[in-house]
């Protein structure tokens, strides 16, 4: 962690992603995003920007600049080739005679 | 004085449920009462400040941040203010938009101007270890309903502390422009906190009470006992604290002078004026209008 009023040479608050866990046992859910200028305080905005009506238990940031990110523009080398591979589905596959414990 | 019995939990009290009780039978006494518009005037005067970044904070996430601890403390006020009408059937309206300047008990630090973002923090600061200590000891009260509005509010403060201690931090530390501002704000501030600490008028003995007159002083004084919190006995956490924030901030501790005081007296400085009239306006040209 930088140390409190490092903010480096940039003007502005970089942005970061909010991540809000709403109960034990669920996950973290993206809710938004926010400036800040260093995590600290990042983590103290997604307080007041986010949980403000019970929403979380924990909450999560990272900066967006550190997120990788599939790229919108190959969706389909990405995205389409599942299609017509049902096999990949376990309701693809009828079931055996004689197996027990299915 | 009969000892109060509330069979809530503590941490959900609000001025509703205050107002609930009130109606079957749980007023205060007319000492408990000046002791309650005196806290209950501190947090709304404050409220009002913060009040005024909404809308003009440095950074949209800053405005919301100061929005939320000024709603926080406004809360606290309308408890306290609810509270204290009880004794002369007053509603929290009542008290805050159709009282005149000299009647407000606010402290003289609340009612300064925000000035800058870093002399909103270097005040919110202050006013944050104060209320920490104040309500972690009001707590313990043997009157239950300000126990209750304590118990709340003391969680709400720690937030706070941290918020004015961080930005503490960053603009002390941050650029050279930053730490003046900073410092500024510091020595802007410093002249108010020895009023802060001062004794409770009521206990005292320099209330001008409106109905109790004709009771003494010391009588007075012995119904706030184990009621009411002395702010003189809060200074020392203040001194263990505070100073050492601030040289931790790479600042100066202030070494100002201090102001006479007087805000719970009704003594207020020239800022407040504005600050009333700003509030109470549209409560005094529609009176009883709700939305």
Known sequence: ?102 | MSVKQRQVPTGIVTPELIETEIEGGLAATEPIAQYALGLGDDALVLAQRLGEWIANGPELEEDIALGNIGLDILGHARSFLTYAGSAWGMTEDDLAYFRDEPEFRCRQLFEQPIGDFAQTIARQLIASVYFDSLYRALMHSSDATLAAIAAKAAKEVDYHLDHSTQWLLRLGLGTDESALRMQRGLDAMWPFVAELYSAEPVAAGESDDRQDAGRGAEQRAADLEGVAVDPRALRAHFDDTVPALIEQAGLVVPKTGSVRGGGRLGIHSEAFGPLLAEMQVLARQHPGASW
């Open chain 1, 1 to 102: 962690m930088p140390s409190p009023g490092d903010s480096g040479p940039r003007e502005e608050w970089p942005l970061w992603e909010v991540f809000v866990r709403s109960s034990r046992g669920l996950s973290h859910v993206h809710a938004g995003s926010l400036h800040a200028p260093d995590e600290t305080m990042a983590v103290r905005n997604a307080r007041d920007l986010y949980t403000r009506r019970n929403e979380g238990v924990s909450v999560w940031v990272v900066r967006a600049s550190d997120i990788t990110a599939s790229d919108p523009d190959a969706r389909g080398a990405f995205f389409e080739s599942p299609q017509g591979k049902d096999f990949r589905h376990a309701i693809y596959y009828t079931k055996s005679e004689g197996v027990a414990h299915l």
